[in-house]
């Protein structure tokens, strides 16, 4: 499949549609002209069978098996998956197909039995998508999304982070809190990498120079210089206690 092709579903409601306006074309409408006839043409008396038999066809016969098929296709775009054919699906058709035929064969030869089976099969049908519902809409467990991340630098993230934020308090610049250092840790699970290249990693150890005051002449100004925050990494302003 090239780029400029669209992507195409599977198409799973397929089956369902076809089962779905066959038992409505073929059994409820007719049944439901009989019974316009009755009323207004003067055509010969619908029975209760009859009567049952077409809402049967018309409510369980149609909507409850074209739901299955379509839900399918709706769900997977709810829950951003792809589409794919589940062995739920043909238990489905197969139970509605069964229980549709047992309906008509048993209301043409008054035999309860059938019947019954019918309002089984049905309800079964029910029970398995009922389920295939339950187990897409459940969200996935929590997993690490990266193994690359080590403590260390979960824990070098909050604490730069952290300072930051006593820096920003302290320049009247208000900051952000732990809460936002767990965030900023959470997001690093996304891609390890930018920790090597975030500006808050620089070692303050090692140039003698604070988060929020730079040392002598660095004071208010773009520490770049060696020594310095950032030396050789980029430059990032530093507040002076005049500005504060």
């Given at each position: 499949m090239?780029?400029?092709?669209?992507?195409?579903?599977?198409?799973?409601?397929?089956?369902?549609?076809l089962l779905a306006f066959?038992?409505?074309?073929?059994?409820g409408t007719p049944i439901g002209l009989w019974m316009l006839a009755w009323l207004y043409l003067g055509a010969p008396a619908v029975s209760v069978e009859w009567i049952l038999l077409h809402a049967n066809l018309q409510i369980l016969g149609f909507f409850a098996t074209l739901i299955p098929g379509v839900a399918q296709h709706l769900i997977a775009r709810f829950t951003g998956r792809p589409v794919r054919r589940d062995p739920m699906s043909?238990?489905?058709?197969?139970?509605?197909?069964a229980a549709l035929g047992l309906r008509v064969a048993g209301m043409l030869g008054g035999w309860p039995g059938p019947?019954?089976?019918?309002?089984?099969?049905?309800?079964?049908?029910?029970?398995?998508?009922?389920?295939?519902?339950?187990?897409?809409?459940?969200?996935?467990?929590?997993?690490?999304?990266?193994?690359?991340?080590?403590?260390?630098?979960v824990l070098s993230a909050l604490y730069s982070r952290s300072s930051r934020a006593r820096a920003g308090a302290l320049a009247g610049a208000g900051g952000d809190s732990w809460g936002g250092g767990a965030i900023y840790a959470a997001a690093l699970r996304q891609e390890p990498s930018n920790i090597s290249r975030s500006p808050t990693h620089r070692t303050d150890a090692r140039s003698g120079c604070s988060p929020s005051y730079g040392p002598g002449p660095h004071a208010g100004s773009a520490a770049t210089g060696p020594g310095c925050c950032g030396a050789g990494r980029g430059s990032y302003t530093v507040p002076s206690r005049r500005s504060a």
């Open positions: 090239s780029l400029r092709e669209p992507f195409r579903e599977p198409p799973i409601y397929r089956s369902f549609a066959a038992a409505t074309l073929l059994g043909r238990w489905v058709l197969g139970l509605s197909a019947v019954l089976g019918a309002a089984l099969g049905q309800s079964a049908a029910f029970v398995v998508f009922a389920g295939w519902v339950w187990r897409s809409l459940d969200p996935p467990p929590l997993v690490l999304m990266s193994s690359g991340l080590q403590p260390r630098e």
